[in-house]
């Protein structure tokens, strides 16, 4: 089975979708790997340096199974052999043209982020290394914008206290951004609306944020939060608004899949915050979690910096890719057989739930109902 990665074309994306070092290990394994000539430079990885761990450079469309980062564009999938094989970020519940064209080109599409989060699939969990990626710079980009220190420091010419920092939504890239914080030596609460990450957020050294929202847990299936309702929204925004207050910086990372990002952080509680406060808003991409986010930017607003990022992992392109690399590695693993051919087992649950497109058609639930798709 021969496996290519194409270099990424979206704007500011400097992943690639393998490394060498993995490289090295799938040739190991009897698989033939083709690299497309500077697929790596964004990454610091040489077509050399591909060619050294076993790879050929050629086209990178030219695979049984093509692995990418980024979804694909138009013509990028106009690029796919008949009957291939696609691995990457699909957006399954957001992008439907693309995942329409994908079923159009009878192209076997499976996505990173439909990957099931069961224990036997860690290894293979994009969302989760590439949050890591966003958590931590998101926190070194709040203690870069703040005008203050993170941490406490007692010196000759006084003693500076201690930034506060408030994390809100603590899955996989909160809870990096609190480890960083912590790490920088901030006061760190942080809040969510599922009541099970209240030990996490501890073991961490942070606080957990009593919200009282009368809330008993919003935890709904796989893990993920469920949709607040508008009276628990509304609520919610306003008890934040006067922790908001307190606070020298605001991480937000709260999402709920395939919707908008909960709107948690309002103009007024921007205005409660202090001059040269910062707001760091990871959701920027689905919307934002502040109501004054520009995504892409970075702004000033009531003398509060707020930025939005957009595409974090692409800003840490070495480890960003190495880790999301070897999620590639581990999926590719339950893909092929002992004879290191492309063996897909649709009974399989990972290979089923992660598959988008297969024989024309649109068969994951999720992005059939984004298309429209009716069973
Ligand atoms: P996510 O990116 O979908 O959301 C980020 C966080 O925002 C979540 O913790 C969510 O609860 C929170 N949130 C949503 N609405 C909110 C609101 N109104 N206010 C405050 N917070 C809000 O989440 P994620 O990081 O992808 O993690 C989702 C779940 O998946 C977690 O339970 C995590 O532990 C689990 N997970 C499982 C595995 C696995 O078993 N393989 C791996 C990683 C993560």
């Given at each position: 089975?021969?496996?290519?990665?194409?270099?990424?074309?979206?704007?500011?994306?400097?992943?690639?979708?393998?490394?060498?070092?993995?490289?090295?290990?799938?040739?190991?394994?009897g698989?033939?790997?083709?690299?497309?000539?500077?697929?790596?430079?964004g990454?610091?990885?040489?077509?050399?340096?591909?060619?050294?761990?076993?790879a050929?450079?050629?086209?990178?469309?030219?695979?049984?199974?093509?692995?990418?980062?980024?979804?694909?564009t138009?013509?990028e999938?106009?690029?796919?052999?008949?009957?291939?094989?696609?691995?990457?970020?699909?957006?399954?519940?957001?992008?439907?043209?693309?995942?329409?064209?994908?079923?159009?080109?009878?192209?076997?599409?499976?996505?990173?982020?439909?990957?099931?989060?069961?224990?036997?699939?860690?290894?293979?969990?994009a969302?989760?290394?590439?949050?890591?990626?966003?958590?931590?710079?998101?926190?070194?980009?709040?203690?870069?914008?703040?005008p203050?220190?993170?941490?406490?420091?007692?010196?000759?010419?006084?003693?500076?206290?201690?930034?506060?920092?408030?994390?809100l939504?603590a899955?996989?890239?909160?809870?990096?951004?609190?480890?960083?914080?912590?790490?920088?030596g901030?006061?760190?609460?942080?809040?969510?609306?599922?009541?099970?990450?209240?030990?996490?957020?501890?073991?961490?050294?942070?606080?957990?944020?009593?919200?009282?929202?009368?809330?008993?847990?919003?935890?709904?299936?796989?893990?993920?939060?469920?949709?607040?309702?508008?009276e628990?929204?509304?609520?919610?925004?306003?008890?934040?608004?006067?922790?908001?207050?307190n606070?020298?910086?605001?991480?937000?990372?709260?999402?709920?899949?395939?919707?908008?990002?909960?709107?948690?952080?309002?103009?007024?509680?921007?205005r409660?915050?202090?001059?040269?406060?910062?707001?760091?808003?990871?959701?920027?991409?689905?919307?934002?979690?502040?109501?004054?986010?520009?995504?892409?930017?970075?702004?000033?607003?009531?003398g509060?910096?707020?930025?939005?990022?957009?595409?974090?992992?692409?800003?840490?392109?070495?480890?960003a890719?190495?880790?999301?690399?070897?999620?590639?590695?581990?999926?590719?693993?339950?893909?092929?057989?002992?004879?290191?051919?492309?063996?897909?087992?649709?009974?399989?649950?990972?290979?089923?739930?992660?598959?988008?497109?297969?024989?024309?058609?649109?068969?994951?639930?999720?992005a059939?109902?984004?298309?429209g798709?009716?069973?």
């Amino acid at each position: 089975m021969n496996v290519a990665v194409p270099k990424e074309t979206a704007a500011g994306e400097r992943r690639v979708a393998l490394v060498p070092e993995v490289v090295e290990r799938l040739v190991q394994s009897g698989l033939q790997v083709t690299v497309e000539a500077g697929a790596g430079e964004g990454a610091h990885h040489a077509d050399a340096a591909y060619e050294e761990a076993g790879a050929a450079i050629g086209d990178g469309f030219s695979g049984d199974v093509v692995v990418k980062v980024a979804p694909p564009t138009a013509e990028e999938i106009g690029r796919l052999g008949d009957g291939s094989v696609l691995i990457g970020h699909l957006q399954p519940l957001t992008a439907a043209e693309t995942v329409r064209a994908l079923a159009d080109r009878g192209v076997t599409s499976f996505a990173m982020e439909a990957i099931p989060r069961i224990s036997r699939a860690q290894s293979m969990d994009a969302l989760s290394s590439q949050a890591t990626v966003s958590g931590y710079r998101a926190a070194l980009i709040a203690a870069q914008e703040l005008p203050r220190f993170f941490p406490m420091l007692t010196t000759a010419a006084g003693t500076v206290r201690p930034a506060k920092v408030l994390v809100l939504g603590a899955g996989v890239a909160g809870l990096q951004a609190i480890a960083t914080a912590r790490r920088l030596g901030a006061i760190v609460q942080a809040f969510d609306v599922r009541s099970a990450v209240k030990e996490q957020i501890e073991s961490l050294g942070a606080r957990f944020l009593e919200l009282d929202m009368g809330l008993e847990d919003a935890e709904a299936a796989g893990g993920y939060a469920r949709p607040l309702t508008d009276e628990e929204q509304q609520r919610q925004r306003e008890l934040l608004a006067e922790e908001i207050g307190n606070m020298d910086a605001v991480i937000s990372t709260a999402a709920v899949p395939g919707r908008r990002a909960p709107l948690l952080v309002t103009a007024q509680a921007v205005r409660n915050m202090s001059l040269g406060s910062v707001i760091v808003d990871l959701a920027a991409e689905t919307g934002g979690n502040c109501e004054l986010t520009e995504p892409g930017e970075t702004v000033v607003k009531e003398g509060v910096t707020i930025a939005g990022p957009l595409n974090l992992p692409a800003s840490m392109p070495d480890h960003a890719s190495s880790l999301y690399a070897r999620n590639i590695q581990s999926l590719l693993g339950v893909m092929v057989n002992e004879n290191a051919e492309l063996a897909l087992d649709f009974e399989d649950e990972v290979i089923a739930g992660a598959c988008i497109t297969r024989d024309g058609q649109i068969v994951h639930e999720g992005a059939r109902d984004a298309a429209g798709v009716t069973a």
